[in-house]
């Protein structure tokens, strides 16, 4: 449980941790520190894993699949706001439903 109870059409997501090395193309295992400027903008512009935590009563009101609890989704990596839980003082990212981009099959519950 994380306290935060989303509103309207908000959704709370667990957004996955990056990695924090990287990998070359030759197989030589970096710091995230190292990687060079034009991979970091590259990576900017990248969207995020993410797992729906908590859903508020009228998300997804309107669409055909809709993701549950438990679900990995894809988000733009500046979606919503970062908020911290009371609970158990965890960081969460609170969405708009129309701000999930598409749900990960096969990893976690199968549509």
């Known amino acids: ?16 941790e990056l ?15 190292f990687e060079n400027e034009a991979d970091r903008m590259r990576k900017a512009a990248k969207q995020e894993k993410a797992t729906v935590i908590e859903i508020a ?8 699949v809709k993701p549950k609890i438990g679900d ?7 979606a919503g706001r970062n908020v911290e839980s009371p609970i158990d003082k965890n960081w969460y990212r ?3 439903d129309k701000e999930i981009e598409a749900i990960i099959k096969g990893e976690a519950n199968e549509q």
């Open 1 to 16: 449980m994380t306290g935060i109870l989303p509103l309207e059409y908000r959704v709370v997501l667990k957004v996955d």
């Open 19 to 33: 990695e924090e090395t990287i990998t070359t193309k030759g197989g030589v295992v970096l710091l995230k520190a």
């Open 57 to 64: 009563n009228n998300a997804f009101e309107d669409w055909a």
């Open 72 to 78: 990995k989704v894809i988000i733009a990596q500046f």
């Open 94 to 96: 609170l969405v708009m």
